[in-house]
């Protein structure tokens, strides 16, 4: 099997796992407890917020855990909107950005918040100057993922944090979720008030996640109960799934310098082999691109049809993002990015991991010709 969908989901850690599974066990007790065993699972919960603040390079206080980046995602939006709504109903984001932030916005839309969608270049790329000129008085967040995950656009969010300290009331969210683990941002320095993260996509579990809140920011709880995560974030913790998150952090930062520099190679390897495809067009630019994520079409085959002869050869890799694969409609990033319909309704994305190879790489690029071919002559006889 070769998997090239990292950026649906990764194969969580074995030591992940373990991890889980011992916490699950041995530490079972509500963190909120008084007794013993709740006392050692808020003891793991504390040690857990302790490693993920020193890996982003933030203070404890500031980590918040959630189930995952769509629940992250909602939090810093929609917090962001309920609190400050009597500021200003005015929130900007660029209009490639993963679903469950534009499911948040659409949705504070019909709350009669005001919503500027940002255009993005042939690159897929937004302009500082386009955010400047977007913001207005009312304006209380701005939004913008750090890596796109369809195409690995990699966004000005250090210009656009700089651009963002000279509006102090305007709070700037980006999502994380792609970038974690495989392109650096030092959060604090460059002016980032919200953060999203999942573990899923760093090896750790699915149904985990954070959210970095800066200290001194504040938002409305979306969920209300017993005040866990200093009442931003009410529900028991998973105690298992957060110190499971953390070890799964720490390993692929760990990995980080020689696995970045080999994936950058595997990449390299599949943009030449794929680029001397006839009828492939590649979609992720070579610039400001991060280094797991390959994104092409091929005109006149499709999508589904692709993906499934591929698997048929033990191949796994995806159309668009997991989140909207089903729905079997062009990607609208790549509609964004000015990509002709024909060529966005067939495009393909590789994800890539660490483990992942360059001896794959080539097998993949040959398999995607032969694949490619042979439906070509399929296509043909059935217009006879």
Not at 170 to 186: E, M, R, S, T, Y
Not at 267 to 291: C, F, Q, W, Y
């Amino acid at each position: 099997m070769i998997y090239f969908d990292n950026s649906a989901t990764t194969r969580p850690y074995k030591e992940v796992i373990d991890s889980f599974v011992k916490v699950s066990s041995e530490y079972f007790g509500n963190p909120s407890s008084l007794h013993g065993l709740g006392v050692q699972a808020e003891k793991l919960l504390t040690q857990a917020r302790a490693q993920m603040a020193n890996l982003l390079a933030v203070k404890p206080t500031e980590i918040y855990f959630t189930s995952g980046g769509t629940e992250s995602n909602n939090l810093a939006i929609k917090g962001t909107a309920l609190v400050h709504k009597n500021k200003g109903r005015h929130l900007i984001l660029s209009s490639v950005e993963h679903p469950s932030v534009r499911g948040a916005m659409e949705q504070l839309k019909s709350a009669d918040f005001e919503i500027t969608y940002l255009t993005v270049d042939s690159y897929g790329r937004v302009s500082v100057e386009d955010v400047k000129a977007s913001i207005r008085k009312d304006t209380i967040l701005v939004s913008v993922m750090h890596v796109n995950n369809e195409v690995g656009t990699i966004q000005p969010i250090k210009e656009i944090g700089k651009l963002l300290k000279q509006y102090p009331t305007i709070l700037f969210h980006v999502d994380g979720v792609q970038a974690i683990g495989k392109v650096p941002l030092n959060l604090v320095k460059n002016n980032v008030d919200l953060c999203s993260v999942s573990a899923h996509k760093f090896h750790g579990l699915k149904g985990t996640g954070a959210l970095f809140i800066k200290e001194g920011v504040r938002l409305d709880p979306l969920l209300s109960g017993g005040n866990q995560e200093w009442q931003v974030r009410s529900g028991t913790e998973n105690v298992a799934g957060t110190v499971a998150m953390a070890k799964a952090l720490r390993m692929t930062m760990g990995k980080s310098e020689s696995g970045l520099k080999k994936m950058e190679r595997v990449k390299s390897v599949l943009r030449t082999e794929l680029e001397k495809m006839d009828g492939l067009t590649i979609n992720t630019p070579l610039e400001h691109s991060a280094p797991h994520i390959l994104n092409f079409s091929i005109k006149g085959i499709k999508s589904e049809v692709l993906i499934h002869a591929l698997e048929q050869k033990g191949i796994f890799l995806s159309t668009t993002s997991a989140c909207s694969s089903k729905k079997q409609l062009p990607s609208q990033t790549l509609l964004a990015m000015g990509v002709p319909d024909e060529l966005a309704d067939s495009a393909f994305r590789i994800s890539l991991s660490y483990d992942n190879t360059e001896e794959e790489a080539r097998t993949v690029a040959g398999a995607i010709e032969d694949a490619a071919r042979q439906l070509r002559k399929v296509m043909k006889l059935d217009e006879l």
